[in-house]
């Protein structure tokens, strides 16, 4: 029967043939790494919805793009990229609501084999400064669920890996940053993911420090990046001692933390009028970005949608199973 959504009716199987479609391949990989059923509707859902306005034309999608450095990057060197941040979009980029979610969905499937997604999850509840109240650890990842903030975060972190694990299947990039005191690195859904894409996909996910003073931040800043680019190494550039220390006095001006006394002699530590403007990527960390990713879409050799095909034949061949894993992505509620 033809399928009648509210903006008019078409054939019930023409969009299955779009680009946006998920193929076989793309369904499988996406439930062998785990993802729930849920995601795959989603996904059916908005290329059902969306195949005669779109198609995969993006090089770049930006999740949680912020001042937009990245994307900014891309477009200076022609390249097709496409922000999603609720500052810019309110309820159509609120990755926590249905709608939101769907045109994150959207976002992801409008990438082209080979492009790269890039997500900076909102760090609040997960960096050490909020651990206090947050109550998150290696032992308690979820942390304080009774507190509405630390549930919206686990939301929307559980919602941004689904992103991650679709963009994979399709034989999209993937890069994920934090600072490096964020307990996110213990979050269930990153682990599994890792562990997932390491045992199906020839290890290609990848753990790195960096720091983003080296790409002309203004402070330290130790980070984190997870993802699926081989290039994940080459963000991280030494410090020296001297230019470290120019960075911590740096911090102190902006008053990015704030340490106070307790009476026992302990200290406190919050954050301060500063600590905002460390949130923001310096252009250079774009720039750094984009060339990387260039350089590895140039470069002649076995890609990471190649990949995907690859695997999955294999997996075909093995009749291998799809992964279970009880409990998994409770916090997205879909």
Known sequence: QAVDLGFGVMPPAAWRNSPLALTACAASMCLFLGAPQELLDM????????????TRDLVNFDVFSGEQAISNAFREHGMHSQTFDITARALHNDISKT??????VLG????????????????????????????????????????????????????????VVLATARGVYTCLEQPCSSTMKWFP??????????????????????????????????SR???????????????????????????????????????????????????????????????RIYQLHKILMDTKGMHLQAI???CFMKLKREKAKFARRPGAWKKANL
């Open 43 to 54: 996904a059916d859902f908005v290329a059902m919805s969306s195949y005669k306005t779109h």
């Open 99 to 104: 709608t939101g979610f769907a045109h994150a």
């Open 108 to 163: 992801v499937l409008r990438v082209v084999p080979d492009g790269l997604v890039t997500l900076g999850p909102p760090c609040g509840s997960f960096v050490y400064i909020n651990r206090a109240t947050s109550g998150r650890s290696q032992q308690r990842p979820y942390g304080n669920e009774g507190l509405r903030y630390v549930e919206l975060a686990s939301l929307i972190c559980s919602r941004a890996l689904m992103l």
């Open 189 to 222: 859904d990153l682990v599994a993911t890792g562990k997932l894409i390491n045992k199906y996909l020839s290890n290609l996910w990848r753990d790195q420090f960096f720091w983003m003073a080296t790409w002309e931040g203004q402070t330290p800043k130790p």
């Open 225 to 287: 990046a997870w993802g699926t680019v081989l290039w994940l190494p080459k963000l991280f550039a030494k410090l020296t001692k001297l230019h470290r220390l120019k960075l911590r006095e740096n911090a102190k001006k902006l008053k990015v933390t704030i340490r106070k006394k307790k009476a026992d002699g302990s200290y406190s530590v919050s954050g301060g009028p500063g600590l905002k403007r460390t949130q923001v990527y310096p252009k250079q960390f774009g720039e």
């Open 308 to 310: 995907v095909k690859s």
